[in-house]
């Protein structure tokens, strides 16, 4: 969804953020309690069929209802006035426009069948007891957000990494008797047969992906939404990345949504909103061979219930450990007091009018926005095999051979400190020998992409199958040879599990490769040191979903995390050297090593296409043809690199500092290097980057001892 921004004379520039090394956590593992373990050896339907009186988020004098919201969205002055207007500019009489918006509202509108979710719920309860070893939730976080309902509107936003997302928010409200949310959908579910009635039922309400010109929709949905806030007695629940991170990092957040949900506290229609990050940590995603195969451009499979039942044979597996973390409750109001922010006062005179956001009004939203991100981030869990597959990917990358047990329990234990340095929570036990035991449960959680060989080698499974094969015209990228996709896979994979350690190590990461790319034997100024870390944090700033304002906070954190862990070192007040910490300063180097191949490929795609403006499929095609070729003759060193995902996010980044120009031309979305900008953006890039030493190829037998069939499994 797009803005509505006016110009303003004055710019809102407050600032919120708190660094990594000011975040005093008290997060523990114990604070988590398996809300599972008391549902084994009990009914599942008795415990359903509990008497359940929950607890509202907004208490109401006059209660409403889902009916009730619809009725009075089709009576508000806004959509009466919009529908007026539109009689008048398409010559069509009120009635037919008054009962389109009765359509639209009986389309996106939510009901609530307390009979259903029971239902549902039981299904859930038998499908986690089957497939997850816990569900663990961090209740006094949980106690934290119940102590502040009651007095204003509540929004719950969670982190969106599966489709599990939002039927475990559910239970978890059943269970804790919080009033079930009202879940903001998306129309892929609305299609499905039965699904979409059932899911409905349970909460959901329904919203196109874009409103285009559609004038009509997106003021009755608009309406609806702040209806919700103001009226309504549930928590509303949405996903402010917009859609889910098939990477397992968080997406640049989404703006439109948030900004319906806080415009009445912008116009002083309600005294404050509280939002609540929430994060949930999956030791295995459901999807995450699907996810993969998106990457590199096979398109997903449609949404259906067909597609939803043939999917069961899933349940047969074992997914691990749930982890959800609620963060500490967000007063819109102090927020805005924080930044200096001064909201509008209400203007009942005009209640008709939908007016636009002001430039202060939209910052102050960008900013909430990254500030939930920033919170969802900081409450992850990190799992032993997050661990493992940094351990195995620098493996991969160093050329070393495939590692022994031994050697990941030592490696997965050293990381696990460093982790903690960083401000990490780690769901592994301290002592050594909860090491081990957690090393050796995630390779059995992730026996269908990692197995031990006979002499006890950690390696990767052949995950590709002809089973995937689909008609290339479809494809979204390239169409990838079989070879290439038989290691791209599993390594694209492995890369989904490293990802969410990725919040904690970019920043020390980048530092510590431009360090060694300018002269590690040397001290470096601090001031020439930021200005290059600059550079780097601009550039992925869609990869990372990073915030231009919190840039040198960011900084500043990472090289007093570095410092502690003597990868560098101040030589004087503005000067710093490379530390002694060896190991650790080539692990966070290989790190960046798929994201600087990968957006240094579609710079020089570019310059190939300059001056003439190409498409966004045409590029990504060309880019991911492009790494391919490199990789096989061994330029390229990581298959992550082919992440249509990330050569997307390096196009934006490229047109928000302006080396490339976006165009659209007849609905198609084109790109045009900007050649002069793209030039220094590609030499900065090129210098940046470490010299490959060709360790890793696709072309070279030897570069496939990591992978293995699924046939030459040992077993744990």
Not at 111 to 136: A, F, M, N
Not at 329 to 344: C, D, K, N, T, Y
Not at 638 to 650: G, I, N, Q, R, V
């Amino acid at each position: 969804m797009d803005l509505y921004v006016k110009k303003s004379d004055e710019r809102y520039t407050g600032v919120m953020q708190q660094s990594n090394m000011e975040f005093e956590s008290t997060r523990s593992l114990q604070a988590f309690k398996d809300i599972l373990v008391d549902r084994y050896g009990s009914s599942d339907f008795m415990w359903m069929s509990q008497d359940w009186q929950p607890r509202v988020a907004y208490l109401h004098t006059v209660k409403t209802n889902p009916q009730k919201i619809k009725q009075d969205v089709l009576k508000s002055p806004r959509v009466l006035h919009v529908i007026e207007e539109a009689s008048k500019e398409q010559n069509v009489p009120k009635e037919e426009l008054y009962k389109t918006v009765q359509r639209i509202l009986d389309e996106i509108g939510y009901d609530r069948q307390l009979p259903v979710i029971r239902w549902l719920g039981l299904l859930l309860l038998k499908v986690l007891k089957r497939t997850c070893c816990s569900l663990c939730v961090n209740e006094g976080s949980v106690n934290r957000v119940l102590s502040v309902m009651g007095d204003n509107p509540v929004i719950f936003a969670p982190s969106h990494r599966s489709y599990g997302d939002f039927v475990l928010m559910s239970y978890l409200c059943f269970h804790y008797k919080i009033e079930i949310p009202a879940i903001a959908a998306g129309m892929d579910f609305h299609s499905m047969w039965l699904m979409g009635r059932l899911l409905r039922d349970s909460c959901a309400f329904f919203m196109r992906r874009s409103f285009g010109s559609d004038k009509l929709y997106w003021t009755a949905f608009s309406e609806y939404v702040q209806k919700l806030v103001v009226d309504g007695e549930a928590a509303i629940e949405f996903f402010i990345e917009g859609t889910r991170s098939r990477t397992a990092k968080s997406l640049m957040p989404k703006f439109g949504f948030l900004s319906m949900t806080l415009m009445p506290f912008l116009t002083g229609r309600v005294p404050d909103i509280t939002i609540v990050p929430i994060n949930i940590s999956y030791d295995r995603t459901l999807e995450e061979v699907l996810f993969a195969y998106e990457l590199l451009g096979v398109p997903k499979p449609k949404e259906s219930t067909s597609g939803l039942i043939k999917a069961l044979n899933m349940l047969n597996e074992r997914y691990g450990k749930v982890y959800m973390d609620f963060a500490e409750p967000i007063s819109v109001r102090e927020l805005s007091r924080f930044a200096g922010f001064q909201r509008s006062l209400p203007t009942p005179e005009c209640p008709h009018i939908q007016r636009a956001l002001s430039v202060d009004e939209a910052a102050f939203c960008v900013e909430v926005a990254h500030h939930v991100v920033q919170q969802q981030q900081r409450h992850s869990v990190i799992s032993a095999f997050n661990l493992i597959s940094i351990v195995l990917n620098n493996s991969v990358l160093e050329g070393a051979g495939p590692p022994l047990l031994n050697e990941v329990v030592a490696d997965v234990s050293w990381l696990k400190s460093v982790m903690e340095v960083l401000g990490a929570l780690i769901g592994v036990q301290g002592v050594p020998s909860g090491v081990e035991s957690a090393v050796k449960e995630a390779i059995v959680v992730h026996k269908s992409l990692v197995t031990l060989t006979p002499t006890n080698h950690l390696k990767l499974i052949k995950v590709h199958t002809f089973a995937h094969r689909v008609d290339p015209k479809k494809l979204k990228g390239h169409c990838l040879s079989e070879q290439t996709m038989d290691v791209a896979i599993p390594m694209v994979m492995l890369q989904h599990y490293l990802n969410p350690c990725l919040h904690y190590l970019i920043g020390p990461a980048m530092v510590t490769l431009i360090m060694l790319r300018l002269d590690d034997a040397v001290d470096v100024p601090r001031d020439q040191l930021f200005q290059k870390f600059s550079f780097l944090r601009s550039l992925f700033a869609y990869e990372f979903a990073f915030y231009a304002a919190w840039a040198e906070k960011e900084f500043d954190d990472a090289v007093k995390q570095l410092e502690v862990l003597s990868v560098v070192e101040p030589t004087k007040p503005d000067r710093l050297k490379m530390g002694n910490h060896r190991k650790l300063q080539i692990l966070l180097s290989n790190l960046l090593q798929p994201f600087l191949e990968a957006y240094l490929s579609v710079c020089h795609v570019l310059q190939q296409t300059a001056p003439n403006p190409r498409s966004e499929s045409y590029l990504l095609k060309s880019t991911q043809q492009r790494v391919e070729e490199l990789l096989t003759s061994g330029v390229v060193s990581h298959p992550y690199s082919l992440s249509l995902d990330m050569h997307s996010a390096a196009l934006q980044a490229l047109t928000s500092i302006q080396a490339v120009k976006r165009l659209k031309r007849n609905g198609v979305v084109e790109y045009q290097a900007q050649t002069r900008k793209l030039l220094e953006v590609t030499q900065e890039l090129e210098n940046v980057m470490l010299q490959s030493e060709e360790k890793f190829h696709l072309s070279d037998p030897g570069s496939k001892d990591f992978l293995i069939h699924e046939s030459q499994q040992a077993k744990l």
